[in-house]
T-cell receptor, first 115, second 117 residues
Framework: AQTVTQSQPEMSVQEAETVTLSCTYD???????LFWYKQPPSRQMILVIR??????QNATENRFSVNFQKAAKSFSLKISDSQLGDTAMYFC????????????FGQGTRLTINP | DAGVIQSPRHEVTEMGQEVTLRCKPI?????LFWYRQTMMRGLELLIY????????DSGMPEDRFSAKMPNASFSTLKIQPSEPRDSAVYFC???????????????FGAGTRLSVL
């Protein structure tokens, strides 16, 4: 069975600081994908960043980057120069490779950016 | 593109009533997923379809829940009869399958908040 664990239920930082959200996962597949989704108070699920397991290079999207440690099954999200609009729930998700597969989500981390 | 469209946005009903949630996936996407989000259980997959065919319904909680996808542009999730413990946010997501643009990314609708009194 695939599992995703987010060990930080809540985090809070000041605007412009850098924050790292942790995620660990477990899967027996060799080919899989990892995602971070953001859910602001509007409850819309928004894709933040995606990582393919076979790629060693860490994915980056503007202020968002990941630290993917395949052997340790760790997939953390770093937000640089945090902004008030980054305040949201952040979910780590694991998806299988090869066609459409379901996503398994972690329990989420509630991130608050303070002015 | 309009994105994944779900209706209604909010639904309040009484225990025992039938509830139907609707979803229109992104045009051209051939996979569709129904998720449920609660405080206790987080986000969990209920069922997903590939090319209108149900592939995995192991997450459907019980026989009171049913889902259909009569064509590529429409899906429903029905609860009959509804119970207070069904209160949750229900999300629909769609994904393109295959090809370099697919990337296994799921695009979510805005969700339906269901309250069963």
């Amino acid at each position: 069975a695939q599992t995703v664990t987010q060990s930080q239920p809540e985090m809070s930082v000041q605007e412009a600081e850098t924050v790292t959200l942790s995620c660990t996962y477990d899967t027996s597949e060799n080919n899989y994908y990892l995602f971070w989704y953001k859910q602001p108070p509007s409850r819309q699920m928004i894709l933040v960043i995606r990582q393919e397991a076979y790629k060693q290079q860490n994915a980056t999207e503007n202020r968002f980057s990941v630290n993917f440690q395949k052997a340790a099954k760790s997939f953390s999200l770093k937000i640089s120069d945090s902004q008030l609009g980054d305040t949201a729930m952040y979910f780590c998700a694991l998806g299988g490779g090869g066609g459409a597969q379901k996503l398994v989500f972690g329990q989420g981390t509630r991130l608050t950016i303070n002015p | 593109d309009a994105g994944v469209i779900q209706s209604p946005r909010h639904e309040v009903t009484e225990m025992g009533q039938e509830v139907t949630l609707r979803c229109k996936p992104i045009s051209g996407h051939n996979s569709l997923f129904w998720y449920r989000q609660t405080m206790m259980r987080g986000l969990e997959l209920l069922i997903y379809f590939n090319n209108n065919v149900p592939i995995d319904d192991s997450g459907m909680p019980e026989d009171r829940f049913s889902a259909k996808m009569p064509n590529a542009s429409f899906s429903t999730l029905k609860i009959q009869p509804s119970e207070p413990r069904d209160s949750a946010v229900y999300f629909c997501a769609s994904s393109p399958v295959g090809g370099p643009s697919a990337k296994n990314i799921q695009y979510f609708g805005a969700g339906t908040r269901l309250s069963v009194l």
